[in-house]
């Protein structure tokens, strides 16, 4: 982990515009040294999923304030098992209410962090996960 | 924290100790002006709420028509005294319910419109001729507009009569509200065709709300917002004169709109100066000779971003303070948030709090009884000309970089807000910014679960089924309408009269927006780095 920057994934899925939240976090990522790639607004699935792919990233953060997060969620969950990427993990910022956080992370969701979430809090949660995933590389 | 320590507003105006009368010009009263004369500072107009309070626009919208329906003659049995419509994702970026973009979308974050029939039903028993309502749409906004004139003559009413606000600022959603879908320019066109349709076919509806508001709430501070509002205001009458309308035609009919943080004293002197800097922008670039087209009239949404899902009851405590803001700084229409909007669209009773908050503001405290109350305060005015001076500079930097479309082509507003975002989310974290229950006077252990607003689907489903029986039923009858669409959308008439057609043919909502797709293609927002 020392030695390779994390590279993480920030994109926003669904037709939700809000982007403020996600583009704090990859600001906040890249202060923190992570190669950040930044798929913008309105990615589908099959967007983010190839683009998890070819930048080879350690963590796919999305953000989503719509209220179309369980949906969207588990689409995006779906399509990361069907390429066999399960070992990179999904973490999810936004509007979310309390009552679907258990929901998402049964779902297989890494970590929530719903709005109010102290930015340090998410960049370190962010970090370890992905220095997990490069221990548990083969 | 010790006496010598420097202060500034959110958008680093230093603040001092004290102000005194040396601290205003020379030329005050003049700067002034008396309210409902240019330049406007006091007021737009001469009595202000003493005549007529400010109006109460609780934005509401979700589920299916008739869920929307339902919850508008709630807030007007609850003394709201106007209607304002929030549209789903996918009626504002232009897919039909039954498409697979808008599927887990439909309904959530507002009412899902597909059809002229669809608009009927939201207006079912709502007289159009007694109610403003404002329109909070924009990339499909001219289709929007078409089905509202077509519930307005099924009840009966001429759409002369119609009153309202059409948001139609596409400019913003390119900068930070992100519900475009054509490029710039041929979104500038559709803008354009709906001020000229309503310049002499709804002379009493405002056909555009040019807004600071959302690069606001995206995170930018309130001179970028004062200056990013203007420099859209002046680009929007450009293209207008440019098309051959008078200005003095138009310009009265423009209306604006800005957020009220909790900087109390700096969004007054934001939205006074606002008028001033309009007056004379009015004036002096457009040769404005009517005072009605030097006039700024506003309405201020308060702020969403400022409310915290950790206590949220202190939420409502945010937003009287954000409304007696907007209330001082002379507001035509106003909406409080609910406290519980940082983890849901608000329920039932937060909307209805949020209403009684304005009552109280507008009832019970007298703020309401004289006009510009902090006129010739030491603090405020010199605030004002401050924030004045500092917008003027920046609506030259747009200037400068070919105006306010160049410089979203080149991103400038774009990374105005996103560095602002991160410098008070930064603040924040080292808790340089203190916010209540975030990073101060955090509560110890669980909070109060409050009853969220949630979404039934039942309202999705019914809405879906809705659409299939309406493709049904007219079958192809709209075909021909839709291509006399598609022929106006590569030529320069004006788009609202084909619109109509094809609305009345029963067109859909998607049809329409694909037809413009099809002849404009869709925009793609420059890459963040």
Same mark, same amino acid.
């Given at each position: 982990m020392n030695a390779v920057r994390a590279r993480v994934l920030i994109a926003k899925p669904g037709?939700?515009?809000?982007?403020r939240g996600a583009k704090i976090i990859a600001f906040a990522l890249r202060d923190a040294g992570c190669e950040v790639i930044y798929l913008g607004l309105r990615s589908t699935a099959a967007e983010i999923i190839s683009a998890a792919t070819s930048e080879d990233v350690d963590v796919i953060g999305i953000s989503l304030l719509s209220g179309a997060h369980l949906f969207l969620t588990s689409e995006l969950i779906e399509e990361r098992d069907r390429h066999s990427l399960q070992r990179v993990p999904i973490v999810l910022g936004g509007i979310i209410p309390p009552r679907d956080i258990e929901v998402l992370l049964g779902l297989g969701v890494a970590a929530v962090f719903p709005a109010g979430t102290n930015l340090p809090v998410i960049v370190q949660r962010v970090i370890d996960l992905a220095s997990e995933r490069r221990i548990d590389a083969p | 924290m010790t006496v010598e320590a420097s202060r500034t507003t959110d958008s680093g105006i230093e603040v001092e100790r004290i102000y005194k009368a040396r601290d205003n010009p020379t030329d005050l009263e003049a700067r002034l002006g008396d309210p409902g004369q240019p330049p406007f500072t006091r007021g737009p107009y001469p009595n202000m709420y003493r005549e007529r309070l400010w109006t109460m626009r609780q934005y509401a919208g979700y589920g299916s028509a008739s869920d929307t329906n339902a919850r508008f003659r709630y807030l007007l049995g609850q003394g709201q005294t106007a209607l304002s419509v929030a549209f789903d994702l996918p009626t504002q970026l232009g $897919?039909?319910? +039954?498409t697979t973009e808008a599927l887990p979308e439909v309904g959530r974050v507002g009412v899902a419109i597909d059809t002229a029939d669809d608009m009927t039903e939201l207006f079912r028993d709502l007289p159009l001729d007694q109610l403003s309502v404002n329109f909070t749409i924009n990339a499909t906004a001219p289709i929007i507009l078409a089905f509202y004139i077509i519930a307005a003559e099924r009840q009966g009413v001429d759409p002369a009569q119609l009153s309202g606000t059409l948001q139609n600022d596409i400019l913003k959603e390119f900068v930070a509200r992100k519900t475009y879908i054509y490029p710039p320019e041929p979104s500038m066109r559709l803008v354009g065709d709906i001020v000229e349709y309503c310049t002499t076919e #709804?002379?009493?509806?405002?056909?555009i709300s040019i807004t600071g508001y959302h690069a606001r709430e995206a995170g930018c501070n309130a001179i970028q917002e004062l200056a990013l509002t203007m420099s859209s205001a002046i680009a929007y009458s450009t293209l207008l004169t440019e098309r051959g309308l008078r200005f003095d035609d138009f310009a009265p009919r423009l209306s604006f709109h800005f957020a009220t943080t909790l900087e109390l004293f700096e969004e007054v002197a934001k939205l006074r100066a606002s008028r001033r800097i309009w007056a004379n922008i009015a004036r002096d670039r457009f040769g404005a000779s009517n005072p009605d087209s030097m006039r700024l009239r506003f309405f201020s949404g308060c702020s969403?971003?400022? #409310?915290?899902?950790?206590?949220? #009851?202190?939420n409502v405590v945010r937003s009287t303070v954000q409304c007696l803001g907007a209330v001082l700084g002379g507001a035509q229409s106003i909406h409080v948030m609910g406290y519980d909007e940082a983890m849901a669209i608000p329920s039932t009773d937060a909307v209805t709090l949020a209403l009684r908050t304005q009552q109280i503001v507008a009832?019970?405290?007298?703020?309401?009884? +004289?006009?510009?109350? $902090?006129?010739?305060?030491f603090f405020v005015e010199a605030l004002t000309d401050e924030v004045e001076q500092r917008a003027l500079e920046l609506v030259k930097v747009i200037d400068d970089s070919g105006g306010a479309v160049a410089a979203i082509e080149a991103g400038i507003p774009q990374r105005w807000i996103a560095e602002n975002a991160f410098r008070i989310e930064t603040a924040m974290a080292d808790g340089s910014k203190v916010k209540v229950g975030v990073n101060a006077y955090v509560s110890e252990g669980d909070e109060d679960e409050l009853e969220l607003f949630e979404v039934d689907e039942g309202g999705r489903d019914s809405q879906v089924a809705r659409l299939r029986q309406h493709l049904e039923r007219r079958g192809d009858s709209a075909s021909a309408a839709l291509v006399a669409l598609a022929a106006g959308s590569r030529s320069d008439e004006n788009i609202m009269p084909l619109l109509l057609d094809a609305a009345r043919a029963g067109a859909t909502l998607g049809e329409m927006s694909d037809i413009f797709q099809r002849a404009w293609g869709t925009y793609k927002e420059p890459a963040l780095w």
């Open positions: 037709l939700d515009g809000h982007d | $897919f039909d319910s +039954t #709804l002379p009493r509806f405002n056909p969403g971003s400022t #409310l915290t899902a950790q206590q949220p #009851l202190n009832h019970e405290t007298g703020v309401a009884d +004289t006009v510009d109350p $902090f006129a010739g305060s």
